[in-house]
């Protein structure tokens, strides 16, 4: 799943094993691949990819666009070029679908539309958690985290296609985890914080604690943007950064 400022809105979905046709209208504000996750799909990705196609059906893509801008303004703006594009688009597209409502009069997600739609039937998805998390262990086919902001430990299970490399016991990463019937399972669009920000970032959660003076939900804007801001100064030392840590006040 591609976002960008040239529009190409596939006319209809696409089986996703294949990659589409050239078959493209022209809308003005946002770009949208249909294909989530690349041709290495999860069970997750094709979720995700459905609600975006039935949501773009039925509502056009005026909210995206506009629901896109306000996140840039809060988590930071992102390029093609930047290495960890794709990541942020996909992290912006779990916020759409889990949490933001579809306009300022319809306070309804695509998520809760769809359990509306499709309730009392199967569905790979029942349920979310977007946090701030710590991993704890590791294994060939699960992973242990602590989720920071409420403390609790989780159990998150490897999908059919999915890998666990590149991560280390102890990284704190933020993003969305995706409940199901029997299990929890990692999205796509996951910010990893760097190493020499951890005790920062725990000095942070403890006078949050204390003071609560910014909430979840801005703490993960900042820390988001902070990220961002990392990535782009890359001679400078994390702690720096990450002391300054931003917090945007504008909501979502």
Do not use: W
């Not at 691949?33 to 041709?39: E, N, P």
């Not at 985290?145 to 490399?165: A, C, N, Y």
Request: hydrophobic share 40%.
């Amino acid at each position: 799943m591609v976002l960008s400022e040239n529009v190409k809105v596939p006319r209809a979905a696409a089986e996703p094993a294949v990659k589409p046709q050239r078959n493209f209208i022209e809308t003005g504000l946002v770009a949208i691949d249909v294909f989530v996750g690349g041709v290495e799909q999860t069970e997750t990705d094709r979720f995700i990819e459905n609600l975006l196609q039935a949501y773009v059906s039925r509502h056009g893509t005026e909210a995206i666009a506009a629901a896109k801008e306000q996140f840039f303004l809060n988590c930071g703006k992102i390029f093609a070029e930047d290495d960890n594009y794709h990541q942020r688009i996909y992290y912006f597209l779990n916020h759409f679908i889990f949490e933001r409502g579809l306009s300022p009069t319809v306070r309804a997600t695509p998520f809760l539309e769809y359990l509306e739609t499709a309730e009392g039937s199967t569905t790979p998805v029942d349920g979310f958690t977007h946090s701030l998390f710590k991993i704890t262990k590791i294994k060939s086919d699960h992973l242990f985290l602590k989720d920071l902001l409420s403390e609790k430990k989780i159990r998150v299970d490897k999908q059919i296609g999915q890998v666990f490399e590149g991560i280390e016991k102890n990284d704190v990463f933020q993003g969305f985890l995706l409940h199901q019937a029997a299990q929890t399972v990692l999205s796509r669009g996951l910010i990893f914080h760097p190493a020499r920000s951890h005790k920062i970032i725990a000095n942070l959660l403890k006078q949050e604690r204390k003071a609560q003076k910014f909430g979840k939900d801005q703490l993960l804007r900042g820390l988001a943007k902070t990220q961002l801001k990392h990535t782009r100064l890359k001679h400078v030392d994390p702690k720096l950064v990450y002391l300054e840590n931003p917090m945007p006040v504008v909501p979502l």
